[in-house]
């Protein structure tokens, strides 16, 4: 005999419209009541409630079967009631019934849009009175009906309808439209992508138990709300699986939807299925009744071929199928009401605190300005220790050394970056930088992928460069001499990577200045519509001061493309210096020659005459002065001196 995942004796309880047994009934009405407060106020648009959510594709028979467990018969005309979530609840009691619904707006609308929705409320004197509400609630809402043909087709706000009085269950439930699985002249393709929507945004929910509700004559893997059940309950621990419409398959079916039925098939789900005979077309336009509906229903599975199935009777029907929901939602909303009473403790307390960070209220232009300077004054201190340095003055947890909280160290910050300037200035800042043959092969690959400006060159290649631009610069000047055009292009050459790295330094330095002040303003105002308003003119300051500061690093820039000028002592220094170390270097060649081909390695100079003018003789024929050379060394200890004076300013 094929079983079901849940016990049989659920389908022991007394009849649905009877007393209630041993259910507790005062404690479930206390748990579906104080979920219901929180979701009317809006709660659930921030934490997760416990609920029931019966969902499907269109034609599914999805009406059909929350009429039967909720005795509320739902009008058909126009598919109205499904072109918003509805949720019921039901509480049973011995008193007369009352009938109450309202809308609970979506987190969408504006304060006005809310102010309306909210404040409908009707009482309904049967559920003949139904149909006229849900028209009145589309007409509120803006949806598309029978009242007008312009709006969108589907609203993601809420009908309720609150029923009360002798119903035989406890049990609150969320209808949602169908889904569409292709668009038509009716519904576009708009309309089907705003179902789609409002149906993930129910079942992504943790605390929400999937009533998913599937045709016997389709693939039931390949339908939609399984394929969406399996995307948000991968392990299928939050899904009931509902079967209407047994008496459509195709005859010789009854093996394949009784394993299904049962949990044994392919689709397999921890909640396991149900299977439900919803009326038929001819049965609901002759008015069957609830209790017509359940007998036929129970005469339906008592008849081959389903007799033959041994299917579970706790899991056959829309009897069994309500007690077991109550049962269910009760579960629940035990399991999950200390989360939520957590939830809202930890949500209570963040709005506490926000209304308290929001200070005073402001009703007035004084207070305004009250608020304004407080926060200016607020501003300034803080701003005032980051920019001298003094951590330790005011707000210390604010100045905190972690990682965290370094970028508010804003002087420190700074100071780092200046030396990551001139480090930068120091290493790359020269377009050409002699270096020996072995760093250069050793460092030609890296220079070529991080540094695209600088290129690293031997002496000789150095001197090679400077004396290509020596010929193409000559003017009136003397053999031996170079020009002032000379060393104004190699200076304007040499420096043209500045630009760039002053350009980047500009931007960093504007960049941790506006993270720090955003950090402060949202510091001292945590009120977002202050600090945002705030931040929007001081945002706006911000970017003058870094379009003046551009403006004046283009000045500079535009001052160095003159003819290199300099009163600093430091570059005579430096050519002074080049100059000797010049001649010490030929001087110390032509010793070395004179030494290794006249002397045969070997030289002793006496006072004789005769060995001093030899001497000298062989060091006159090797210290030979090329015009061009000479001009080119010149030029190159000029551009040194030159390169070294500007690039320390």
């Not at 307390?349 to 407080?374: A, C, H, I, W």
């Not at 972690?402 to 020269?430: K, P, V, Y």
Request: negative net charge.
């Amino acid at each position: 005999m094929l079983t079901s995942p849940m016990p049989t004796q659920e389908a022991q309880f007394p009849d649905p419209r009877g007393p209630l047994g041993g259910l507790n009934s005062a404690r479930s009405t206390s748990r579906l009541e104080q979920i219901a407060r929180l979701r009317a106020r809006g709660i659930g648009d921030h934490i997760g409630l416990p609920q029931l959510v019966v969902c499907g594709d269109q034609s599914a028979g999805k009406s059909s079967v929350l009429e039967g467990v909720t005795g509320i018969p739902f009008p058909r005309q126009d598919g109205l009631c499904t072109r918003f979530p509805t949720e019921i609840l039901l509480e049973h009691s011995s008193e007369d019934e009352i009938i109450n619904a309202s809308i609970i707006p979506s987190r969408n609308r504006t304060d006005d849009e809310r102010r309306s929705l909210v404040s409908f409320h009707r009482r309904l004197q049967s559920f003949q009175d139904l149909p006229v509400v849900i028209e009145e609630v589309s007409r509120l809402m803006g949806v598309r009906g029978a009242h007008s043909e312009v709006g969108p087709a589907f609203g993601p706000d809420v009908l309720r309808i609150e029923v009360r009085g002798p119903v035989g269950l406890h049990l609150s439930i969320v209808d949602v439209p169908g889904l569409i699985s292709v668009p038509n002249e009716e519904q576009t393709d708009d309309d089907v992508q705003t179902v789609h929507r409002l149906v993930d945004d129910y079942i992504s929910d943790p605390r929400t138990i999937i009533l998913a509700v599937v045709q016997a004559g389709n693939d039931i893997a390949n339908q939609s709300i399984i394929k969406k059940a399996r995307q948000f309950d991968k392990d299928g621990e939050r899904t009931v699986g509902i079967i209407t419409k047994p008496d459509l398959i195709n005859q010789g079916s009854e093996r394949r939807i009784a394993l299904l039925a049962s949990n044994k098939d392919s689709t397999k789900l921890k909640l396991g299925f149900f299977l439900v005979k919803n009326p038929a077309p001819n049965e609901l336009t002759r008015g069957v009744t609830s209790e017509q509906r359940q007998r036929e229903e129970i005469q339906y599975f008592h008849a081959p071929p389903w007799k033959e199935q041994s299917l579970d009777p706790g899991r056959l029907g829309i009897v069994a199928l309500r007690k077991y929901l109550q049962k269910l939602l009760d579960r629940h909303i035990e399991k999950e009401l200390p989360k939520v009473r957590s939830d809202v403790r930890k949500l209570l307390e963040q709005t506490e605190f926000n209304l308290v960070t929001m200070g005073e209220e402001r009703d007035s232009p004084y207070k305004m300005r009250m608020l304004l300077t407080r926060l200016a004054m607020a501003f300034h201190q803080l701003v005032t220790s980051t920019l001298n340095g003094t951590y330790d003055d005011l707000d210390k947890s604010f100045f905190a050394s972690d990682n965290e909280h370094m970028s508010r160290r804003l002087r420190a910050n700074i100071q780092n970056l200046n030396t990551q300037f001139a480090d930068t200035m120091r290493e790359r800042g020269a377009k050409r930088r002699i270096t020996t043959a072995s760093e250069g092969d050793q460092d030609d690959s890296e220079s070529s992928e991080s540094d695209e400006d600088q290129i690293l060159v031997t002496e000789t290649e150095m001197k090679g460069w400077i004396r290509q631009v020596y010929q193409v610069s000559r003017g009136k000047e003397l053999p031996g001499t170079y020009n002032y055009v000379l060393l104004a292009e190699l200076f304007h050459e040499q420096s043209s990577p500045w630009i760039n790295i002053a350009q980047d330094h500009l931007y960093s330095i504007g960049k941790i200045v506006r993270n720090l002040v955003e950090t402060v303003v949202h510091h001292i105002s945590p009120d977002t519509n202050v600090s945002d308003e705030i931040m929007e003119l001081v945002g706006t300051n911000l970017q003058e001061n870094m379009n003046r500061a551009t403006e004046e690093l283009n000045k500079l820039w535009q001052d160095e493309q003159h003819h290199p000028v300099t009163y600093n002592h430091y570059f005579t220094d430096n050519i002074q210096k080049a100059r000797e170390q010049g001649t010490k270097d030929v001087v110390k060649k032509a010793l070395i020659e004179t030494r290794e081909q006249d002397w045969n390695g070997r030289m002793h100079i006496s006072n004789v005459q005769m060995d001093m003018d030899r001497f000298l003789a062989g060091l006159q024929q090797r210290v030979q002065v090329n015009m061009t050379e000479q001009a080119c060394a010149e030029a190159l200890s000029g551009l040194q001196a030159y390169y070294k004076v500007r690039v320390r300013v």
